[in-house]
């Protein structure tokens, strides 16, 4: 399993929108159960993509000008970037399969 990396609201543009390789960003807070839940998925997939998709996690209520950016109502709330632009957007309870299914074709 990979652990994955925390984005900030001050290094967001840096980390994902100017990655080379898509960037699924998964919005969380310490208090979502259903968040905690997906962690372990999410690093499955990550160790599984590793160099073709990058996958980070971004505390909801530590950066609200990321959350404000992309429209954020509810958590989790998933979002790949690639080239710099929003491709997909995934919420609520999600399996693997749901997740590989939105990357595989940007991977």
């Known amino acids: 399993m990979a652990t994955l990396d925390?984005?900030?609201?001050?290094?967001?543009d840096r980390q994902v929108l100017w990655s080379?390789?898509?960037?699924l960003?998964?919005?969380?807070?310490?208090?979502?159960?259903?968040?905690?839940?997906?962690?372990?998925?999410?690093?499955d997939i990550?160790?599984?993509?590793?160099?073709?998709v990058r996958?980070?996690?971004?505390?909801a209520d530590e950066n609200p000008q990321?959350?404000?950016n992309y429209g954020i109502f509810s958590l989790p709330t998933m979002i790949l970037f690639r080239n710099g632009?929003?491709?997909?957007?995934?919420?609520?309870?999600?399996?693997?399969?749901?997740i590989l299914d939105c990357i595989k074709n940007y991977a």
């Open 20 to 23: 080379e390789i898509p960037v």
């Open 66 to 68: 990321a959350v404000e």
């Open 6 to 12: 925390s984005v900030t609201d001050q290094d967001f």
């Open 46 to 52: 990550s160790a599984e993509y590793a160099g073709k």
């Open 85 to 98: 632009r929003v491709v997909t957007q995934l919420g609520g309870t999600i399996g693997k399969t749901h």
């Open 55 to 59: 996958i980070v996690k971004i505390n």
């Open 25 to 43: 960003v998964d919005f969380w807070a310490t208090w979502c159960g259903t968040c905690r839940s997906l962690m372990p998925t999410l690093e």
